[in-house]
């Protein structure tokens, strides 16, 4: 099993773009957090959080309405008994997860405040709180804060003094940050060159018992679609990866008059970031369309030997998501 949470969205638009994006995944829950998560109705009569459910394909839903602008949670889950809740306020929702052998843990997916002092009263409440979750739990979500300089790229360092309140809350909660794979900031806030900033603002955060629970755990950092946070995928069980074959460039291929066109197009494709992570992003683009490039013609080579073009089947993985 795995959960994703998905990139905290802004427009209700872009979080139902994003999250059918992450169903591409194949996840047994969602949880998002938005300005628009009011479950009022649409146009068409149906509400955002029926339509959000829908286009995501899942069976059950919790929300806890925004406060101004600020927070906005959704929790969506696939089956009938599978999730259960436990609790909500205004910045988390806390739900049982039920699992087939009849062991269960909890789930807090957390929106804690950009505002440094209604972030530490939300910190003294959950402190309080936790001691009601039971051994086996963990917290996810826009953390609004880090724990180290590291996580930060961009911008003015924060002071060592700045990075305690989040460090002495982990800390005391006895929790263990189960770390990630992919790119390294998972929040930027879509400026361009000496003004552009990223942070790791969302991470999970476990129980020691959770984590020997689940030892195989693993996060995964997803591109962002439509939003300026990334999209976080737990994974509950280990991901057999396969291995990747090294890109090699045949200058062969620059004779191919379609490749030029192919490499255009590619470099074409709009990137927010730095100048050097902008250089990086479209030569990774235009590695990738080259790729393509390269299996579709593998592909009809093979059918003009066989007469067909095969394709390989891909296995979907399980996971949780948090957005």
Known sequence: MEVKAPAYAKRSKKAVNVLSEINNQNVDMVEATSQKW???EMKNGVTRIEAVKRALGMDG??????VGLAGGLAVFWKGVTTVELKGKCSWFIDVQINEEDGSNWRLIN?????RVEVRRAQWDVFIQYKENLGDDWLIWGDMNDIISTDEKNG????????????QNFINHCHLIDLGFSGYPYTWRNNRNGDDYIQE???????????RVRFSQASVEHLNAVGSDHSALLLHLTPTVLQKKVPFRFDARWTKEEDMQPIIQQAWKVPVQGSK???VQQKIKECRASIRNWKKTQTAKLKGKDHGVAGEDPSDPEWA????
């Open 200 to 210: 790791r603002l969302d991470r999970a955060l476990a129980s020691p018992s959770w």
């Open 320 to 323: 949780f998501a948090k957005w």
């Open 155 to 166: 911008g003015v360092a924060p002071a060592q003094w700045e990075l305690r309140g989040f």
């Open 61 to 66: 839903s919790l929300w806890v309405d925004p």
């Open 276 to 278: 050097l992570f902008t």
């Open 110 to 114: 957390v929106y804690f405040d950009s």
């Open 38 to 40: 009011s479950p009022r």
